[in-house]
Each structure stands twice: as structure tokens, then as C-alpha cells.
């Protein structure tokens, strides 16, 4: 027996494999392999054993393998898929981060035909705002499954919904009366080779939030409630329309963004040239004139237009960590600050330890009072650089 079974006796190795490397497939898709409608039925049969909203069995599978068919979907995928050629083009052989996946997505615009098998994703409604489920929401749990089912046996697919821009034709082509939607048209085939990796993906502790949005852990709890020991954290993130470079000037002045905070109003670097990591500077907060405390920061990470990460006091032992992330995102970028309170060299956490039975609530309102200053900050490098 594996030591790896589950409590519900699951092969959690398999699974887990299962669930990390079921990627977009597109240039290792074998278009000369023929795929069975066996096999079609066997993973639409698994697939509907998702989810759908109040039991309604309303989701549609549609499969094309005639050819003239396929040439047409091909065409009209093609049409829409013309901004990923044109982005091939730009991107190529610049190392962009985008550069594998819009080579990969425009592959696929190019040779969506060439699929064994097209099978479409479809549901009876259409999103009409009403609240009721049963419509998107009950297809894509399927969909995800369907490919999930495809991996495990060995074929592979991307999830491909350019087609949605293009329905009133696909419906013409394939005779979908109104009513319906469809949601994604998967080009399935065998994948050439089965080594397939998990992908980069942000870990979870940075992306889940415990009793309130932006509150972060950076471990499990014991028991559930915040401690000071399980790293407690704050994020705030805001969109712009600014690209990186405009936000990095902003926040890499350090007294810009502290112009825009209750708690630190005032910064100057201690140590002398560019910034970099080993870099000090002090923070200060004054208020009418009368200096309530001081700071002192060290730099620990730098990356220009990417991260801007500061401790408090002591790298090793920080009474804060504090950290701006950048990222691109749509034609902007995102922009998240975020902060994780140290167990050394700060007043929350001796006030924080006092009483066990506080420590939840202490670290609570203290992390209320970082999270709107927080926003204040990105609200106001916002408003500079989207002007
Ligand atoms: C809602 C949704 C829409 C997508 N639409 C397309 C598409 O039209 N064409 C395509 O080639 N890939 C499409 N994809 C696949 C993504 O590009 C792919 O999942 C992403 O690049 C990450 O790659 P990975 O799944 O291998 O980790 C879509 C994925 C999702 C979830």
C-alpha cells in the first residue's frame, strides 16, 4: 500500500499529478492519432458528474469530427484569433514572460482544424443577469472535469473560447437554436510524450485571506484564530491603467508613497547610492510638528519595475516586513502592497501575547488600522500615475 493514500483511501501521488499537470496543450497536440468516440462518451460521462446548479441537467456536448466542418470553425477561431499572430510576432525572441503562451495560442489558431476532434462545451440558457444558476456556472465545473478525464488517459487540450466571440456564426454552422450557450470548443487529441509539469503559480498563503479580505497567514494556524506566531499579514491591491515603469517611479521614492499614510509620513535614505538590497533608510511619523517615532529599514529585495520588499529594525528578526509587488496586467498593471507583522521589534505583538485570549482580536484591530492606511497608499500612487 502507498504511503501516500488518502483518508478516502485515494492515491493522493496519482492525484495530485492528475490535478498539477493538466496544462493548455497546443504544439504537442498528435494530430495523426485517431481519438475514439469511446473514449469521447467515457470522458463526458465522467465530466458530468460535476456540479450543476439546482440538479438541472441542462449541458450539451457537442463533437465535430467532419472536416469541411472543422476547416470553417478553424476559420472563424481564426478570425478572432488574428491578435495572438500579431502578438507572436512582436514578442518573439524577447523573453517577454508572454512570449511561450502567445507562441503556443497562436500555433493553435493556426492548426485548430487539424484536431482529431473539436468538442464543444454547451449548456441550454444564456447569462441573463437573473441570479439563477444553472447556466455558466454549471458548465465550466464540467468543462474543467472534461479535461481532467482527457489527461488521465492519456490525450490533452486547451481550454479554447475565442469561438464565444464568434456564436451567432457557430450557432448558424452547427444549427444551436437560441437558447443556448456554448462556452468552449476544446481541439482534443493524444499529447505527444506525458511529461507534463505543475506551472508557476502563486503559493496559496499569498492569495487566501483569513475573517477578512486582505488578511493573509503566512502558516496555518493551530486552532484557527490568528496568532502572532503564524506570520499574520495584510494585502491591499489596486489596477491601473499605468504601466509598470510609471508605478515603480512612484513607489521607489520612498517618501511618495509615505506621503500618502497616516502611520509613516516621512522617509530618507541613511545609507549613500542607488538603492539596492543591504540599503537603509528611516521612517518617521510626525505629527503637528512633533516627532511620535522613528524607524529603521532595510531594503531586502529590489527589482526594478517588480518588488520593493523593507524589514524592519533587523532583517533577520523584523518587527515588519513590508513589501510592493508589480505586475502587468491587461494593458496596466497591478499594484499590491502588502505587509506581515514580525514577532520581535514592534509594539502589536508584546501587546498581542499579553492575553492568549486577546491575541485574535489585538492582532484583528491592528491589522484594521494597516489595512485602510495600505489602502490610502494605493489609492494614492493610483491617482498619480493614472492622471
Ligand atoms: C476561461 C479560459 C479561457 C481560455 N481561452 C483560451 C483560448 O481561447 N485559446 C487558447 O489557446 N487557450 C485558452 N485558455 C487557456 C489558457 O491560455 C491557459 O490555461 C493558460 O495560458 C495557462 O496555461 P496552463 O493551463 O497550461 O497552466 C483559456 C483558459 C481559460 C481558463
Not at 481564426?78 to 491578435?83: I, K, Q, S
Not at 517577454?96 to 449548456?123: D, G, Q, T, Y
Not at 494593458?331 to 514592534?346: P, Q
Request: overall charge negative; glycine content about 8%.
Amino acid at each position: 500500500m502507498s504511503d501516500s493514500l488518502s483518508e478516502s483511501g485515494f492515491d493522493l501521488d496519482h492525484v495530485d499529478r492528475l490535478l498539477t499537470t493538466t496544462r493548455a496543450v497546443r504544439k504537442r497536440l498528435d494530430f495523426e492519432r485517431h481519438v475514439s468516440d469511446e473514449l469521447i462518451f467515457e470522458c463526458i460521462d465522467l465530466a458530468e458528474q460535476a456540479p450543476t446548479g439546482g440538479n438541472d441537467a441542462s449541458r450539451r456536448w457537442l463533437v465535430i469530427r467532419d472536416q469541411d466542418t472543422k476547416n470553417e470553425l478553424g476559420r472563424l477561431y481564426a478570425e478572432v484569433g488574428t491578435l495572438f499572430i500579431n502578438a507572436r510576432g512582436r514578442l518573439d525572441g524577447t523573453g517577454h514572460p508572454k512570449e511561450r503562451v502567445v507562441s503556443s495560442s497562436a500555433f493553435l489558431v493556426e492548426n485548430f482544424s487539424r484536431s482529431p476532434v473539436l468538442v464543444m462545451c454547451a449548456i441550454w440558457g444564456i447569462h441573463d443577469d437573473s441570479g439563477r444558476p444553472g447556466l455558466f456556472d454549471s458548465a465550466i465545473p464540467s468543462a474543467w472535469s472534461f479535461n481532467l478525464a482527457l489527461r488521465s488517459r492519456g490525450l490533452g487540450t486547451a481550454y479554447a473560447t475565442m469561438l464565444n466571440n464568434k456564436s451567432e456564426d457557430v450557432a448558424e454552422l452547427l444549427g444551436i437554436p437560441s437558447g443556448v450557450t456554448t462556452l468552449v470548443c476544446f481541439p482534443v487529441a493524444y499529447t505527444i510524450g506525458q511529461d507534463f509539469s505543475p506551472a508557476p503559480r502563486r503559493p496559496a498563503f499569498e492569495i487566501t485571506y483569513f475573517d477578512q479580505w486582505g488578511f493573509t497567514r503566512s502558516q496555518g494556524s493551530q486552532d484557527g484564530s490568528a496568532r502572532i506566531e503564524d506570520g499574520p499579514g495584510v494585502v491591499v491591491e489596486i489596477d491601473t491603467d499605468a504601466r509598470p515603469k510609471a508605478i515603480w517611479d512612484v513607489i521607489s521614492d520612498i517618501n511618495m508613497p509615505a506621503q500618502f499614510s497616516e502611520e509613516l509620513v516621512k522617509a530618507e535614505w541613511t545609507s549613500d547610492g542607488d538603492p539596492q538590497v543591504g540599503s537603509t533608510f528611516r521612517g518617521s511619523n510626525s505629527i503637528s510638528g512633533v516627532r511620535e517615532w522613528e524607524t529603521d529599514c532595510i531594503v531586502t529585495e529590489w527589482k526594478d519595475r517588480a518588488a520593493f520588499e523593507w524589514r524592519i529594525t533587523d532583517a533577520e528578526k523584523p518587527g515588519a516586513i513590508w513589501r510592493f509587488d508589480l505586475a502587468e496586467q491587461g494593458g496596466g498593471s497591478r499594484l499590491r502592497f502588502s505587509m506581515t507583522i514580525g514577532k520581535d521589534n514592534n509594539g502589536t505583538a508584546p501587546r498581542a501575547l499579553k492575553d492568549p485570549t486577546q491575541e485574535s482580536r489585538v492582532l484583528h484591530e491592528r491589522r484594521l488600522v494597516h489595512k485602510a492606511n495600505m489602502q490610502r497608499v494605493v489609492d494614492g500612487v493610483k491617482g498619480l500615475v493614472d492622471r
